[in-house]
Structure formats: structure tokens, C-alpha cells
């Protein structure tokens, strides 16, 4: 299958400052892109959905000034957790699909991006 | 509310044995739905995608099946290892077929 790769797997912060995860797709080109928080046991909760060129649209919670996201490529996303604080410490993950709407729709994941903030 | 739920209870069983896990969704009508094997600390993997007019589709040692009349599906590992002990997450597609919904997981433990 597809490979999606996130940068970093892991990540440790002070409350505060501002974070960047990278999500690429390794062997296709990315059209739309989703990223997901999960929190300990629980369900992988969809943040944004992000077509490439065009501003993401972030589900209902969620603080698009806060949490931002960039595709700027078929290849590259990214999510910029700003000012962040201890309650954005979570497992952050990304998925690909090379269409917006597929029959078969496959969404490939990446491996997860820890984020602590201390 | 739309609701995808799935049993939070570890699921323990032998090996060799087979393990059911139950999805069941209220307050939607999926095209299709689909199952990810999530082991800790990584990203979900497809295992799985069946389509509503399927009543079941199999792969290797896995089967789904897909009741739209009792909104339910069955995922079923036959011959189980330990090395199919993880999370296994159903997921519907939502929003116009545009969004991935996901299930909280049933955690499997196959014992030795």
C-alpha cells in the first residue's frame, strides 16, 4: 500500500511555543489530507480535512487559529500547533487520499506524531 | 447523534481460536464501512472495506461481515495468533464520503 510518513514521531515542548508536524506521502500524489487527535484510549477524533491549495476545513471544536494547517503540495502537509499548553499534548496523525471522493477510498496513515507539552 | 460504537472491553481469547468484534452505528447510512488494525503508538492500517450491498468479504484469515438492516458489522480473525493482538478500529465514511469516522477500538489480546 501508499506510505505516508510524518516529521517529527515525537516531540516534547514548552507550554507556549509553537510546534510543526510534517505529514508527506511517500509514492502518490495527496489531494486531500485529514488530521486526527487521538487521546489515550481513545477514538482517532478528525481535526481538519485539507484539499492541496485550498484552505483546510476543520471540524466543529476545533480552533482553526490555533491548530494550523498547510497544503501547499499533492506531497506535504503540515499542522502548526500554535501556543501550545498542556491539553494539546496528544498522538497527532495524518492520512492521505489521492481523491476527494473515491469508490474504493482508501485513506493511507501515517505513523503518528507524539506531542508533549510540558 | 450519529454514533459508532464498538465494545471498550479487551476481547481475550486463545490462540487458534477465533475472535468476533462488533461494530454497531446509529444515525447513519454508509456506503461502505471499513476496518484498521492500530497497534500502540502507530498510525491505524486498512485491513478491510466492505460495501453496503456486501454481506461479507473475506481476507486470508479475516471476515466482515455488514447488516445495514441491524447497523451492525462483525470483524472475525479465524486460527488467531498472538501476533494479531492490537486495536481494531471500525470507520465509516461521513460528510458526503468525505470524512473518515472512526469507532473508539475493541483492544484484542490472543494469549499463547
Known amino acids: 500500500g501508499a506510505v505516508v510518513s510524518q516529521h517529527p514521531s515525537w516531540v516534547i515542548c514548552k507550554s507556549g511555543t509553537s510546534v510543526k508536524i510534517e505529514c508527506r506521502s511517500l509514492d502518490f500524489q495527496a489531494t486531500t489530507m485529514f488530521w486526527y487527535r487521538q487521546f489515550p484510549k481513545q477514538s482517532l477524533m478528525l481535526m481538519a480535512t485539507?484539499?492541496?491549495?485550498?484552505?483546510?476545513?476543520?471540524e466543529q471544536g476545533v480552533e482553526k487559529d490555533k491548530f494550523l494547517i498547510n497544503h501547499a503540495s499533492l506531497t506535504l502537509s503540515t499542522l502548526t500547533v500554535t501556543s501550545a499548553h498542556p491539553e494539546d499534548s496528544s498522538f497527532y496523525i495524518c492520512?492521505?487520499?489521492?481523491?476527494?471522493?473515491?469508490?474504493?477510498?482508501?485513506?493511507?496513515f501515517g505513523p503518528g506524531t507524539r506531542l508533549t507539552v510540558t | 447523534s450519529q454514533k459508532i460504537e464498538q465494545n471498550s472491553e479487551a476481547l481475550n481469547i486463545q490462540e487458534g481460536k477465533t475472535a468476533t468484534l462488533t461494530c454497531n452505528y446509529t444515525n447513519y447510512s454508509p456506503a461502505y464501512l471499513q476496518w484498521y488494525r492500530q497497534d500502540p503508538g502507530r498510525g491505524p492500517v486498512f485491513l478491510l472495506l466492505?460495501?453496503?450491498?456486501?454481506k461479507e468479504k473475506r481476507k486470508e484469515r479475516l471476515k466482515v461481515t455488514f447488516d445495514t438492516t441491524l447497523k451492525q458489522s462483525l470483524f472475525h480473525i479465524t486460527a488467531s495468533q498472538p501476533a494479531d493482538s492490537a486495536t481494531y478500529l471500525c470507520?465509516?465514511?461521513?460528510?458526503?464520503?468525505?470524512?473518515?469516522?472512526f469507532g473508539a477500538g475493541t483492544r484484542l489480546a490472543v494469549h499463547p
Open positions: 470507520a465509516l465514511l461521513s460528510g458526503g464520503y468525505n470524512k473518515l469516522i
Open positions: 485539507s484539499n492541496e491549495g485550498s484552505k483546510a476545513t476543520y
Open positions: 466492505i460495501r453496503e450491498n456486501e
Open positions: 492520512s492521505a487520499r489521492t481523491s476527494g471522493r473515491s469508490e474504493k477510498n482508501e485513506q493511507y
